[in-house]
C-alpha cells in the first residue's frame, strides 16, 4: 500500500505500519494452512461493504492457490455460527461480520477463525488475537476504515503487486457503507490509502461533479429521480416530476433525437439542474445541507464500461447493494470477481426491482404517517406490515438523508422470522447531538436479550418482538443522555 499521511481520531493516532504487519502474519498463517491442504470459507455481509470486502479476500487467497469458497449471510448469530460449523471447513475468515461475537467464535471455531472488520467494539475486545479490526490500529472504523480497506489490507499482505487492482473494490466499500465525509465528499484515513494506489495504478480518476445516480449512463430527469441519498421529496423516485420540472426550465435534454446525459452537460447547464432541484428543497430548514450533498468527488473506473453503473464507483456499491438486499448477494460477488456479462444483466434487472420496493415503502410511510412515531430526537418507523428485513437498511439510510428526518435519529423496524424484529438505525445528516450509535444499539439490544452493534453513525439490532417498546425506550433514553 502506497504511504499515506497518517490520519487521527479523537483518542489515538493511525497506524499503518502496524495494520500491515498483522494483516502480513494472517497472511503468512493461510498461506502456511493452504500447503497443509487447508479448505478457507470467507463469510461476509451482503451489503456492498461485504460484498466487497468478501470478494477482495477471496480473490487474493485465489490468486494464491488457496481452496477457498465465499459466503454471503445476512446476519452472523449463534444459529449462524452454528450452520457455519457444520460445514466444517478448515478455516473462516470473516469479513464486515464477527467483532461483536469473538467469544461465540472462539467456542465455535477454536483457533481457525480470523475477523476483519471496522465496527466498533468495547476495547477488550479489540485485543482479541483473532481480530484484525481499523479501531485497534487508530482508524475511526465509522468514517476513515471500512471492511472493504481492511481486507484490501489483507490482500496487499499477500500480495501488493498482483492484488493492487483489488483497491477499485477497497473504494466501492467505502462509498457503499457512506464513509465519504471528507471536504468535497473525499475519503480518508486508510480508504484514501487505497484510493491513493487506485489512482496511482492509473484505475480511478477523482474529479468534482454532481452527484446524481446514472450521471454517464441515464437521461438527465432520470439521473435526478433516481438519486436517493440526498433523498428529495418530489424528485427522488418521480421520473415525470423530473421530466417536466426540467423541460420547464428550459434544458435541452435532448440531441438529435437523443436522451442527452448529465456527463454531457456544460458547467453552465449542469447549474440549470441544481437550481431545478432547489425549487424543490427552497422551503426545507435544511436545503443548503441537502444541495452541498449533490455535489462532491466522483470516482471513475477507468477501465469499466461507460455504459453501465459500474464505471462510477457509488453507482458500483449501489449495485452491489441491491443484489444483497434482494437475496442475490452471488450476483454482487460474480461482479466484483470480474463477471461483466450474465451477473452483470441479472442484477441491473435487480437494481430496478430494488429500487421499486424501496419506492413503495418511502410511499407508504407519506401515507400512513401512523406507521412514524417521534419520540424526542428518535424517530421510528413501524415496518412491520411493509418493509423487508433485509431493507431495514436502506430505508433508514435514505430516511436519514431527507429533509424531514435529517435532524433526527430514524430507527426502522421490521419483522425478523417468527419472534423477533431487526432494527437499523442511522444519524441524520443534520443531527445536533452527539451519540454512539453502535454503542447504543449494543448496549440497548444486549439488556433486552438481543444482539447489536454497528458504527458511531450507523448500526442495527435484533431483539425479541415481545420487548420491541422496551428496546425502543432504552434507546430514546440513552440519545438524550447524549
Known sequence: MVASEAATTPDRLSDQGALFERARDEARHLLDLSRKGARVLVVT?????????????FSALARKGVAVSVRAIPDLDLKAIERLRADKFDFYLFTDLGSGLLGELSKAFGERFAVLDHHQVPEADLRHPRLINAWNFGYDGGVEACSSTMAYAFAMALDDWENADLSQLAIVGALGDRQDKGEGRMLTGLNKVALDDAVSRGLVSATNDLLFFGRETRPVHEAVAMSYTPFIQGLSGAKDAALAALTTSGLRLKEGGRWRTLGELSNEEKQKVVEVVSGFIASAGHGADVLKDLLGTVYTFVFEDPLTPLRDAREFSSVLN???????????VSICIGDRES???????????????????????????????TQGNVMVVMGEEFIEERMTGSVSSLLASSDRFRDKLVLVRARSGESDLKFSSRIGDSFPGKVNLGEVMRAAAESVGGVGG??????????????????TRLVVERVAAG
Open 454 to 471: 454497528g458504527h458511531s453513525m450507523a448500526a442495527g439490532a435484533k431483539v425479541p418482538f415481545a420487548r420491541r417498546d422496551e428496546f
Open 322 to 332: 441491491a443484489c444483497g438486499r434482494m437475496d442475490r448477494a452471488d450476483l454482487g
Open 45 to 57: 455481509h451482503i451489503d456492498a461493504d461485504g460484498l466487497s470486502s468478501g470478494s477482495i479476500a
Open 343 to 373: 451477473a452483470l444483466s441479472s442484477a441491473l434487472s435487480l437494481m430496478a426491482e430494488y429500487r421499486s420496493k424501496l419506492n413503495k415503502a418511502l410511499q407508504r410511510l407519506q401515507q400512513e404517517e401512523d406507521k412514524v412515531a
